[in-house]
């Protein structure tokens, strides 16, 4: 592929209109996820209480720290929680970056910064100290459901993840329907 061929295909994937909304997009994702974030995180790490009912009986918040990822997996390995971590930054940025539809951008970039949020505050929580213990390379967990016994603890940053994947998934198996009665109905003319 000659560097000809590739301008060419990169600018077919965006146009001018295109590349505006998704800089909205982009510039108000960061925006309001950053202030969600590290609003809460400060927040819960600078209270006194270490666990609070919320929601009634439905999610307490009860502030940890997480050195793993997913359920607190890879938590004796840095290195690797790392990698993975910058792996899912990276491929929904990518995958992101190629998406033409505006919902799907949306979704992937929210998933995608949130990824990098947590390593954010990976990095932020390296060598902290709270409630007289020092951290090194953890996230800072505290949300909960409380009718599930030993429930995972998360972040505000893991709930855009899923919230995001989900409303893709959704959006995904829509769209993927309506172009099946779209084909359905042009092959049946």
């Known amino acids: 592929m000659n560097n000809k061929s590739i301008k060419t295909y990169l600018s077919s994937l965006i146009n001018k209109k295109d590349l505006i909304i998704k800089s909205i997009i982009v510039l108000a994702s960061i925006l309001i ?10 927040h819960f790490l600078n209270s006194k209480t270490q666990e609070l009912n919320f929601m009634g009986d439905f999610i307490s918040i009860k502030i940890t720290t997480n050195q793993g990822i997913s359920f607190g997996q890879s938590k004796d390995d840095i290195v690797l929680a790392n990698t993975l971590q910058s792996i899912f930054f990276i491929i929904t940025f990518l995958v992101a970056i190629f998406t033409k539809d505006n ?3 949306t979704c992937l970039f929210i998933a995608s910064y949130s990824g990098l949020c947590n390593l954010i505050d990976r990095t932020l929580v390296d060598n902290m100290t709270y409630n007289g213990e020092i951290y090194h390379n953890a996230v800072v967990d505290y949300f909960q459901f409380k009718f ?7 972040n505000i940053q893991d709930s855009f993840i899923v919230c ?11 769209m993927i329907i309506k172009k ?3 084909d359905e109905n042009q092959v049946s003319k």
């Open 164 to 174: 995001s994947m989900i409303i893709l998934f959704i959006y995904s198996t829509v």
């Open 33 to 42: 996820i950053s202030l969600f974030v590290f609003l809460l995180r400060n």
């Open 148 to 154: 599930i016994k030993n429930s995972a603890i998360w």
């Open 103 to 105: 919902i799907c951008f």
């Open 180 to 182: 099946g009665k779209q």
